[in-house]
């Protein structure tokens, strides 16, 4: 008897749209006509109540894209998670993580697709590169400082084309390919508590301590049309996230060892906010943290990764970085406090053992 054919893999790409409507001229007829022979492709959009007329222009132009009506923004965090629900449902295979400030290339998914045939239980990142200047690179994979940072590896720099398939601390959540059988063992998609930043960083990261690794694919490239001043606007989602992401994944005895240098690096921050007027910001994110519900909704989520982690901290943690290299915030004062806290890093990390 002929053997049953197998299941065509289904991936289904998750676009958090929130007045997105300037974006699809240069996104939505490119991702629209993506066709592969080898899976199923589904594009959904979940809009976080948009004000213009981001749903309209999909309905009217783009009919096969799938579309969920948020009656409120659930910020970036939470879009992700609905879609990450609806692809649980629709039985996908994969799902890809779109921002939609972004460009796609023809055939971009083939070479995700393809990696992940051999090693399903990953996260990959295409390469990402810049627009409307195609030839200077977004991000080849984004890094971890030890103290809780991430930042895009060779943003700025001429696109050379001789990159290769490379391990990375995480994947920029503007475009990410995630295996729904990891995420099925993670248990969710991004930590619901972070409403948006580093929520990628956080997911990489706990990826990793699950023992599933990151990977760059080059060969796959993505534009993308980033703009640092747009993110540092939500400097508190930045330093709250950043707060609660080392608090959660980090051993006790590793929150131990970076303690001085986290201390004289919260000593900088907060100066920092009171020079740049955003000293509320970084008493917020305090309080946050220190609130009754914070403090015991952070515990719960730290029992949750340290009870299914299978990796060290050790094994984890000697590729995070003691450097900040960062084009953006080049300055004298960014040089110095690489040189210690770089310093600081490479001899502790010699101690983690754990």
């Known amino acids: 008897m002929p053997s049953k054919m197998s299941k065509r893999d289904k991936i289904i790409i998750i676009i958090a749209a929130y007045n997105g409507q300037k974006y699809w001229p240069d996104l939505m007829p490119l991702l629209t006509q993506e066709k592969y022979q080898d899976f199923d492709l589904e594009i959904l959009v979940v809009d976080n109540d948009s004000n213009d007329k981001t749903v309209d222009d999909l309905e009217k132009n783009y009919p096969t894209v799938k579309i969920i009506k948020n009656k409120e ?140 690794d990151n990977y760059l694919i080059p060969e796959s490239v993505l534009y993308h049309k980033y703009e640092f001043s747009r993110g540092i606007k939500q400097w508190y989602w930045f330093e709250r996230n950043r707060l609660w992401t080392i608090s959660k994944n980090y051993k006790i005895g590793t929150l131990i060892l970076i303690f001085p240098a986290w201390l004289i690096m919260e000593l900088g921050q907060l100066f920092f906010a009171i020079a740049n007027h955003r000293l509320l910001d970084k008493l917020k994110s305090y309080k946050f ?66």
């Open 73 to 212: 923004n659930f910020g970036f965090v939470g879009a992700n998670n609905i879609g990450y629900q609806y692809a649980k449902n629709q039985g996908a295979d994969f799902i890809f993580l779109l921002n939609q400030d972004t460009v796609i290339s023809p055939g971009w998914l083939e070479p995700l697709y393809n990696f992940s045939k051999q090693n399903r239980l990953v996260s990959l990142q295409p390469q990402l590169n810049l627009w409307p200047d195609k030839t200077k690179i977004n991000t080849l994979g984004n890094a971890i400082h030890f103290l809780g940072f991430g930042y895009s590896t060779g943003l700025g720099e001429t696109d050379n084309h001789n990159h290769k398939i490379a391990k990375i601390n995480y994947a920029s959540g503007a475009g990410v390919w995630l295996s729904m059988e990891v995420l099925a063992k993670r248990g969710y998609l991004f930590d619901e508590s972070m409403f948006m930043y580093l929520e990628d960083l956080d997911l990489g990261w706990s990826l990793s301590l699950l023992g599933y």
């Open 289 to 354: 943290l220190f609130s009754r519900s914070g403090w015991r909704t952070l515990m719960a989520k730290r029992k949750d990764i340290q009870i299914k982690r299978v990796r060290s901290d050790r094994q984890v943690v000697g590729q995070f970085t003691g450097l900040i290299l960062f084009q953006p915030l080049e300055s004298p004062l960014l040089k110095c406090a690489n040189v210690f806290f770089n310093l600081y890093w490479q001899i502790i990390k010699l101690f983690i053992f754990w």
